[in-house]
């Protein structure tokens, strides 16, 4: 064997590792994916339930408009400083941010355990993470290019967001209604075109570095999002009032 057969060797095999690597890295960045997500899941449900118990916290969120409405705003904040900041702070600090932006959703959601039966709000949240994962592994597995969703899925996410506003102030149970099973019908096309989504952007990750990682954070949050609102669409649909 000359030294140019052994070379084209060395070069091949390299590249056939590299190709090995990146296939252990895409399995590896979608649990870190899913346990970051299921992570702040549990993180704000234990906190809203916990809240939903504390009469004191819940007399001074309720009184406090000033308090209510730093909640709010704090949640959003979160969000787009996570998302805008990403490739500026350490993945400890995102983790954190995460985390706490769970702490805060899960106060601010401690207030369904007041206007819905406990059971009916167990039972919708298996509901949830039957349609979520059915429609996770969907995206993950689907040939089809659902890229064309997105424009369409955010429009309607807009659309949702003003008909809500808008009808704080009409106070129509039609409406109210109508937009619950609109909303469903978007988060369940968004939790489908995100995985894809996210599956598309780590699959060009060699290996599980801090930038991959970050990432996949940010995937979670998205992907945490959709259940998040998925379930509480559901709920107005199928969950039984305290009334």
């Known amino acids: 064997m000359d030294l140019e057969q052994f070379q084209k060797q060395v070069v091949n095999g390299t590249v056939e590792q590299s190709r090995w690597q990146t296939g252990l890295a895409l399995p590896a960045l979608m649990r870190k994916v899913y346990t970051w997500m299921a992570l702040a899941l549990t993180i704000t449900g234990v906190t809203a339930l916990g809240v939903a118990n504390s009469p004191g916290i819940l007399t001074a969120i309720m009184t406090n408009k000033i308090l209510f409405w730093a909640l709010l ?3 959003l904040a979160l969000v787009w400083g996570v998302t805008a900041s990403i490739n500026r702070i350490s993945l400890t600090t995102a983790t954190l941010l995460f985390v706490l932006y769970s ?6 959601m401690s207030f369904i355990f007041l206007a819905y039966t406990y059971e009916s709000i167990a039972s919708v949240f298996f509901i949830t993470a039957g349609t979520f994962g059915a429609m996770a592994l969907y995206g993950y597995f689907t ?3 659902l890229s064309s969703w997105g424009k369409i899925l955010f429009m309607a996410v807009i659309g949702l967001i003003i008909a809500s506003v808008v009808n704080i102030f009409i106070g129509s149970s039609m409406l109210s209604m109508i937009l619950s099973y609109v909303g469903v019908l978007v988060f369940v096309g968004l939790t489908a075109y995100d995985t894809q989504k996210i599956k ?7 290996q599980a570095d801090e930038s991959a990682q970050k990432v996949a954070l940010i995937g979670a949050l998205s992907l945490y999002l959709d259940f998040i609102n998925l379930f509480l669409y559901l709920l107005r649909i ?3 009032s305290r009334d």
């Open 200 to 206: 598309e952007m780590l699959s060009h990750a060699e």
């Open 73 to 75: 705003i704090g949640e």
């Open 103 to 108: 702490v805060i959703n899960g106060v601010t």
């Open 238 to 240: 199928f969950g039984n």
């Open 143 to 145: 040939k089809s290019d």
